[in-house]
């Protein structure tokens, strides 16, 4: 059985990797690339990636079978010192973590809230786990003045001193004591000392309504978690921010009270992401929490994020990965089919009834299914929703988090790219699953074949 095993991995890399298995070179034949510059694939092409760069793209001829190539993607916010259970991340668990980002697609995230991730990195190297390329934040900074963990993960206020070995994104972490406000005055002023500095404040708003309007008004150019309806915008003049909007956090929060969908959701994740669906998806208990009164309803959302999202190409992408029930990989599908159904026009809508009775979805967001319609229609005309989404995954993303690929395919970039069996533009399941993940010209993902001796 483990020579089957091993010959059909060999037999699946030698497709397109004929030269080095598991190396830093590959070929690639007749492949169909995502061209960042017109948001959608090109032409047939040969691909050559030679010591994890990629040295050439040359026209080739049409294939029925092809591949179609995304660029890695990046995820600017995780915490993987959460396990996703309401717990830690045990040292047992963190390959499987790591693993849970690739499996989806991902090759670059930014770790927010952790301790010190030079210790990880030492790990990975050591252990010699497959990962995605990890940035770390500065530590948050809480304000106003909040009490500090025994981690010391935050900073008190806005007064920390930087950590050279972390990038410069400085989130400051916007939450309320008893209903007071904030000083605009002070935060204004603390927001500009950072970029004097050369950091970039983001602000985190935890779906507040006031923290929204203070940070707005106050010039955060970048703020994370959903916006709450009514929140004026108009307090200040209208300019443009990037937003990472979060949604999965809530939504997750909505479906703990009706257990019964949440267990049916389950079923969609695990078809969609391996790993979860051979690791995590009997990991989450359903029944017996008890919701606070406090229970903030995700539904009150969704006119606000659709209202905001199409004012302009302003979004960013962040998982939220280590809250709970949202875990590597497997939160990024959460986020996205939320984002596919809530921006489909209504003629892209489709009614889901069971019996008569509304189903998950139409409870939630009225009377259409969570998925974009299939089409037979060529690539060219399909829907502009899922272009916007890969570029928001990849070229604006990834350009946050200064990623080295710049979120593209490109001659003299680095081999960062995941493999599809279809076109993700047609496909009724999105961009989700993805047949194998490369990084820097390796092979670092693919699904673990069967006693049958096929791909699971």
Partial sequence: MKNRRLLFLSLFLSAFAPTILLSQNLKMKSVRIWDSEKSNFGGFVDLEVVQGKIISLKASAPIVQTKYLLPGFC??????GSNARGGKTGREEISTYLSGFLAAGFSHIESVGDPNASNLQTEISKSKWLSP???QSQKPALYPELALRKETLYQSGLSGSPDSKRNRHLPIFLKEVENRGFSQ???FAKRREGEERGYLPVAYTFADKTSWEDALDTGFAVIFHPMPEGTNLYRAQKRDFRWAPMLSILYLQELKSNPELGKEEVQIWSRLHSVFGSRWKDSL?????EESSEKISFSQYKSTFQAEAEVGKNLLFASGAGHWGLFP?????VEIRLWETLLAKPEERKAEFVNGQPGFWASLFGSFSPSILSTNRDPESVSQIRREIIQTLTLRTCSFLGADHEGKIRVGGPAHFSIHDENPLKRASGIFPIESMVLGGKLVYTPK????????
Wanted: charged share 25%; net charge negative.
């Fill in 75 to 80: 995820d600017a916010s995780v915490t993987l």
């Fill in 133 to 135: 390329i990890i940035t």
């Fill in 185 to 187: 005055t002070e935060l």
């Fill in 285 to 289: 208990s359903w029944e017996g929490d």
């Fill in 329 to 333: 990989g497997q939160a990024a599908i």
């Fill in 449 to 456: 074949p069967t006693k049958e001796g096929t791909a699971k």
